[in-house]
């Protein structure tokens, strides 16, 4: 059966989309650390731990997300991206890219700040125009 992650990149569930090429998908986290937290998944491997993947999936992954840093941080007001990779719940590889003001932003545990989908609309839009210059 496929994963929530995969019925998202394919648009069977709707989500709120940063970037997309051939192979990768990124999206904005449904319960986020701070706004323009965007998760980066491979499309079309669902292996549930990134270090399971094989090296070209890998490789791209990376590629793929070091470019959605740059567009999150073109656009999101933050001192720099910070990455993460957990999986302790969606059992789909993702990358957490979240953009931070300080070290706490990072912590999962932290209560999560309240973002609106009209916010999360507009915040996905405007790093997509980023990613789509780089
Ligand atoms: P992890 O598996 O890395 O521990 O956490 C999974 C992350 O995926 C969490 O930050 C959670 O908020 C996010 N998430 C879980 N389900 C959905 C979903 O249906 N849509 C989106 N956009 N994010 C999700």
């Given at each position: ?123 996905a839009e405007s790093i997509l125009k ?5």
């Amino acid at each position: 059966m496929a994963t929530i992650f995969t019925r998202i990149a394919s648009g069977e569930i709707p989500s709120f989309k940063c970037a997309e090429d051939e192979n990768y998908y990124a999206f904005l986290d449904i319960n986020p650390l701070a706004p323009g937290h965007t998760l980066v998944i491979p499309k079309h491997i669902e292996d549930d731990y990134i270090f399971n993947l094989d090296e070209s999936t890998y490789q791209g992954l990376w590629a793929f997300a070091r470019k959605v840093a740059l567009a999150i941080k073109a656009t999101v007001p933050c001192k720099r991206v910070g990455v993460a990779v957990l999986g302790m719940e969606v059992p789909h590889t993702h990358i957490h890219l979240v953009p931070l003001q300080s070290e706490g932003d990072m912590d999962f545990r932290k209560s999560r700040p309240v973002v609106t989908d009209e916010e999360k609309k507009q915040i996905a839009e405007s790093i997509l125009k980023e990613y789509e210059k780089l």
